[in-house]
C-alpha cells in the first residue's frame, strides 16, 4: 500500500501537493509534515524538524512511509541572508533520506531542483538539459550539489529517485516569501488590491515560469512514471512559459487598465540576471509524457478570478 510522506509541506507549492496528493491516493495515505503548523486542516499531520533524523526514522517507521516528496528547503533570496544555515537544511535532510531509501525503507524519493542551478556559464535562451552549471546563489549550490548525489544514490545503491528543476512557481493559495521570482505572485495581490505594484525585478527580465496545477501535475506524472522511462536521475528541466514582469503586466492590464506598474529592482535583481530567459524541456516530454496546460494568458485569468475572491 502506498504511504506517502511529504516534507515542507505547508510551503508554496506542498500545500497544493498535499491536497491533490489526497485527492489522487485518499487522505491517510498522505502525511504531512513540516516545522511548523498551518492553520487549514492539515490532518495527518507531524512536526518535523528536517535535520532531526532520529524524528524522521520514527516518522517514516511509525507510518509505514514508502515515498517521501522532499520539499523542505529555504529558497534563493532567504538563502543568501544566511548561506551556512541554507546549506545545512537544504543537503542534510536530503542525504539522510536518500539512506532511508538506500537501505529500502523508502521505494520512491522526489527532490525538487530548481532553475537557480544554472548560471552565467549556461545558455540563457533554450537552455539545455545537460549545460555546465555554476549557480552564483548558495540555494542553487545546494540544488545542484542534491541533484548529484541524487544521480550518485540511483548509480550506485538502485535508488529510485527523481527530480524536476522547477521553474518560477505562480500560485493563488499563497503568498510565497524568500524567491527571486515572488513579484510573479505578489503583483496580482497588489493591484487587485490596490491597482498599484511596485516590482522588485527589472521589468525586461524574463524568466521561466510554470502556474502551480502544472507543477504539481508534473511532479505527480513524474512520480507515476515507469522507473525505465526515467533516464534521468539528476534532474529534469521543466518549464511551460517564460515571460518579463512587463509581459505579465500587460496580460494582467487587460482586466484592470487603470492599473500602474513601477520597477524598483533590489539584490533579487543581480540572482534573476544569471538565471536562463527559457528553458529545453523535450527530454522529459519525451521520456515521461510531460505537457503543460498552461500559458500566460490562460494562467492570468485564472490567478484573477480566483485571487479576487480572497478580497
Known amino acids: ?55 524522521l526514522y520514527e516518522i517514516v517507521h ?44 523508502i521505494q520512491k524519493v522526489f527532490f525538487p531542483s530548481t532553475i537557480a542551478v544554472f548560471g552565467k556559464t549556461t545558455p540563457q535562451v533554450n ?14 549550490m545546494s540544488k545542484v550539489t542534491g541533484e548529484l548525489w541524487c544521480n550518485y544514490y540511483h548509480k550506485k545503491y538502485g535508488v529510485d529517485v527523481r527530480s524536476v528543476r522547477y521553474p518560477g512557481i505562480i500560485g493563488y493559495q499563497s503568498i510565497p516569501h524568500g524567491g527571486t521570482t515572488d513579484y510573479a505572485v505578489e503583483i496580482f495581490h497588489e493591484i487587485i488590491k490596490n491597482n498599484v505594484y511596485t516590482c ?16 504539481v501535475d508534473a511532479t505527480i506524472k513524474l512520480m507515476q512514471a515507469d522507473a525505465a522511462a526515467i533516464q534521468t536521475r539528476s534532474s529534469y528541466n521543466l518549464s511551460a512559459m517564460s515571460f518579463s514582469p512587463r509581459e505579465l503586466f500587460t496580460e494582467i492590464k487587460k482586466y484592470f487598465p487603470e492599473s500602474e506598474i513601477a520597477y524598483d529592482p533590489d539584490f533579487r535583481q543581480e540572482i534573476a540576471a544569471a538565471w536562463s530567459e527559457s528553458i529545453d524541456d523535450s527530454r522529459a516530454h ?26
Open 1 to 55: 500500500m502506498r504511504r506517502i510522506l511529504v516534507t515542507g509541506a505547508n510551503g508554496q507549492i506542498g500545500k497544493v501537493l498535499v491536497a491533490e496528493l489526497r485527492r489522487v491516493y485518499g487522505r491517510d495515505s498522505v502525511l504531512a509534515t513540516d516545522i511548523k503548523k498551518s492553520a487549514e486542516n492539515n490532518e495527518p499531520y507531524e512536526f518535523l524538524d528536517i535535520l532531526n533524523e532520529n524524528r
Open 62 to 105: 511509525d507510518h509505514k512511509i514508502t515515498e517521501i516528496y522532499h520539499l523542505a528547503a529555504i529558497l534563493s533570496a532567504h538563502g543568501e541572508w544566511n548561506p551556512l544555515k541554507t546549506w545545512n537544511i537544504n543537503l542534510n535532510g536530503l542525504l539522510t533520506i536518500l539512506e532511508l531509501a538506500k537501505k529500502k525503507d
Open 127 to 140: 537552455t539545455p538539459q545537460d549545460v555546465p552549471l555554476l549557480p552564483e546563489t548558495v540555494y542553487g
Open 200 to 215: 522588485f525585478l527589472d521589468g525586461d527580465t524574463r524568466l521561466p515560469m510554470m502556474y502551480m496545477p502544472d507543477a
Open 286 to 311: 519525451k521520456e515521461w509524457k510531460w505537457k503543460p496546460s498552461y500559458d500566460l494568458a490562460r494562467m492570468t485569468q485564472d490567478m484573477i478570478e480566483n485571487i479576487k475572491k480572497l478580497y
